[in-house]
T-cell receptor, first 109, second 110 residues
Framework: RKEVEQDPGPFNVPEGATVAFNCTYS??????FFWYRQDCRKEPKLLMSVYSSGNEDGRFTAQLNRASQYISLLIRDSKLSDSATYLC??????????FGSGTRLQVQP | DAGVTQSPTHLIKTRGQQVTLRCSPK?????VSWYQQALGQGPQFIFQ???????QRGNFPDRFSGHQFPNYSSELNVNALLLGDSALYLCASSLEGIEYFGPGTRLTVT
């Protein structure tokens, strides 16, 4: 079983739609959680950290459920520019990051 | 403020050869990590350097080695290249846990 599992997609949604991605992780000692965004043939870029209380950044909302060991990302009012691969990432303390394989989102006009 | 830089951007090597990739971290960052990203996969952790020492290592063979210099820059060396080593190699620098990635080096082994 992979340490971090994501639905690879692709998720094809129209502009303006709301879309949600989930991710599960197997290491219960994980302490830090992130969503990274990766455009085609580019490096991953930090989208947002995920906190236990949930957090929001504009159109993006991240949630963490420690009991069920899953993380979610909600994107509201999707834009064409949101088309990318979204990587779920976990870390245990100061240990290196463990990435999921990514979920591909394609927003269509 | 320059971000993480890597060189070269692209590289083509033959099976059995050796390669060295280079990384300069963001200003003020003291920790450098290396990742391998195969097509369609998420980045896989290779190793991490802090204070010129390898602090953590992922599940990669000894053919993969590295170094960190006093100015925090780093090198990744891969010996006896295999076709399966073809990938995007990403360097990330961090300070207090948040990692920032460089643009990567795309290595093709033929």
């Amino acid at each position: 079983r992979k340490e971090v599992e994501q639905d690879p997609g692709p998720f094809n949604v129209p502009e303006g739609a709301t879309v949600a991605f989930n991710c599960t992780y197997s290491n219960s000692a994980s302490q830090s959680f992130f969503w990274y965004r990766q455009d085609c043939r580019k490096e991953p870029k930090l989208l947002m950290s995920v906190y236990s209380s949930g957090n929001e950044d504009g159109r993006f909302t991240a949630q963490l459920n420690r009991a069920s060991q899953y993380i979610s990302l909600l994107i509201r009012d999707s834009k064409l520019s949101d088309s990318a691969t979204y990587l779920c990432v976990v870390s245990s303390g100061r240990r290196a990051l463990t990435f999921g394989s990514g979920t591909r989102l394609q927003v269509q006009p | 403020d320059a971000g993480v830089t890597q060189s070269p951007t692209h590289l083509i090597k033959t099976r059995g050869q050796q390669v060295t990739l280079r990384c300069s971290p963001k200003s003020g960052h003291d920790t450098v990590s290396w990742y391998q990203q195969a097509l369609g996969q998420g980045p896989q952790f290779i190793f991490q350097y802090y204070e010129e020492e390898e602090r953590q290592r992922g599940n990669f063979p000894d053919r993969f080695s590295g170094h960190q210099f006093p100015n925090y820059s780093s090198e990744l060396n891969v010996n006896a290249l295999l076709l399966g080593d073809s990938a995007l190699y990403l360097c990330a620098s961090s300070l207090e846990g948040i990692e920032y990635f460089g643009p990567g080096t795309r290595l093709t082994v033929t």
